[in-house]
């Protein structure tokens, strides 16, 4: 099924509304809950650099500008700042060397939980190749990214976003 740019941004529409009530609200901001972790700075230029150089090919020549126009649509359900809330799908901070179904504070499907292995490019790649094929009865419902090199910039643009710069 093709599934054309309007529809997608629908969708993600849906998935950013629905996602809307499970990040952190003033209302729990005196329940005693811990205050998030400060926000990592971002990344200079010549540090992103650095962490896309450090993957293995293709990964290392990624074209981040595609990768962070590409990476809109999953803003929808992830964040990616240190410290920053769960939404529909888990905050990505720290995803790369992190075991599958690892973060505490999200609720993962079975099957996510169950996966085994750690998060690296390549896993990623494949994950966001078609997340139904790879962990059947995940509650990711984002249907994949079928271009290659949109997959190798988002991967590339992800490791730039949610790893601290050295």
């Not at 329940?31 to 293709?58: D, R, V, Y």
């Not at 993962?108 to 939980?113: A, E, L, Q, V």
Request: proline residues 8%; glycine residues 10%; positive net charge.
């Amino acid at each position: 099924m093709r599934v054309s740019m309007s529809m997608l941004a629908v969708m993600a529409a849906a998935g950013l509304l629905a996602g809307c009530g499970r990040s952190q609200t003033a209302s729990t901001a005196g329940s005693g809950e811990a205050a998030p972790a400060a926000p990592a700075p971002e990344p200079t230029p010549e540090q992103a650099k650095a962490l896309i150089a450090a993957l293995p090919a293709p990964y290392n020549a990624a074209d981040l500008d595609n990768g962070k126009h590409k990476f809109a649509q999953c803003r929808a359900c992830h964040t990616t700042a240190q410290g920053g809330p769960n939404m529909t799908g888990p905050n990505l901070w720290g995803v790369f060397g992190r075991k599958a179904g690892g973060l505490d504070g999200f609720s993962y499907s079975d099957g996510m939980k169950a996966a085994g292995w750690t998060w690296d490019a390549a896993r990623i790649d494949k994950w966001i190749t078609d997340p139904r094929a790879t962990i059947p009865g995940t509650k990711m419902t984002f249907f994949g990214i079928r271009d290659p090199k949109d997959r190798v910039d988002v991967v590339a643009y992800l490791k730039s976003e949610t790893t601290a710069p050295k």
